[in-house]
């Protein structure tokens, strides 16, 4: 396998640019209007892709969670009619392709179920992505290998074994690879993120690795770049304080933009290890070097 994987034209993977996912999920809280606003938040930070989450309520959500009442912003409801309220229909799927286009940004969404993975197969995304929760469901995992877009999955509450078996289910299904070290706890407590996992996963892997965060904060998935992370991905939100699970573990777009700047300088500054004297060293060793 390579280290790269070509996303719609776009190399990624060591040598190249490091790929940005601005992850929507369902933070649009099923309003089109406002995935759009994300969408356009995410072009103009400089991001490179936008991720949503898709799921078929009646095969993702558990039946024993189906008729647990929850409070949301349209009041009590079940968490069934909760996941078909934030859902989006294929009309609305379409609308967003095209809003995507109109900002040259690539944009796939996490299948959570089979039927999802289905759906997604009347759109052109530009590549796949597996959520943490969903790489053991081998079952799910082959029909997305069938797809013949790039894969990319995360290895949040995962053991190596189960890394190794998507992995190979992925690879034996023909599929272009990128892993994501991510922890699913949200927010992530800094001292669980274990950033050091990127080596561990691109020694095990020869493909490109990649972070998914989940914390409050910027500084620490700059440094899973350093790390040699070769996409980053992070929940974006429009304000941390709208309703849903995901916003307290989002950036918003003042944030975002802080990131995407601090990722593009660390990429200019780590350089390709070569020992070098620069031009703008000389007058400095002409002045201070004692012979």
Partial sequence: MRRTVDIEGRVV?????????????????????IAKKLIDAAAQCGCDAVKFQKRDPEQSVPKDQRGVMRETP????????YRYRVEFSKDEYHEIARHCRTRNLAWTASCWDVSSAKFLKDFDVAFHKIPSALITNLHLVAEIATSGKPIIFST????????????????????SVGIM?????YPCPVEELNLRMI??????????????????????TAAAVALG???VERHITLDRSMWGTDQAASVEPVGFQRLVRDIRAIERALGD??????????PSRTKLRVL
């Fill in 13 to 33: 993977g060591d040598g190249h640019s490091v790929f940005i996912i601005a992850e929507i999920g369902i933070n649009h809280n099923g309003d089109i209007a």
């Fill in 74 to 81: 349209w009041g009590m409801m079940t968490y069934l009619d």
């Fill in 156 to 175: 949040g509450m995962s053991t190596l074994d189960e890394i190794d078996s998507c992995y190979e289910a992925l690879v034996k299904g023909g599929a």
């Fill in 181 to 185: 070290h991510t922890t699913s706890t």
């Fill in 199 to 220: 080596g561990t996963l691109r020694e095990r892997f020869a493909v490109p690795v990649g972070y998914s965060g989940h914390e409050v904060g910027l500084s620490t």
């Fill in 229 to 231: 992370a070769n996409l």
């Fill in 273 to 282: 290890g070569v020992k070098r004297v620069y031009v703008s060293e000389q």
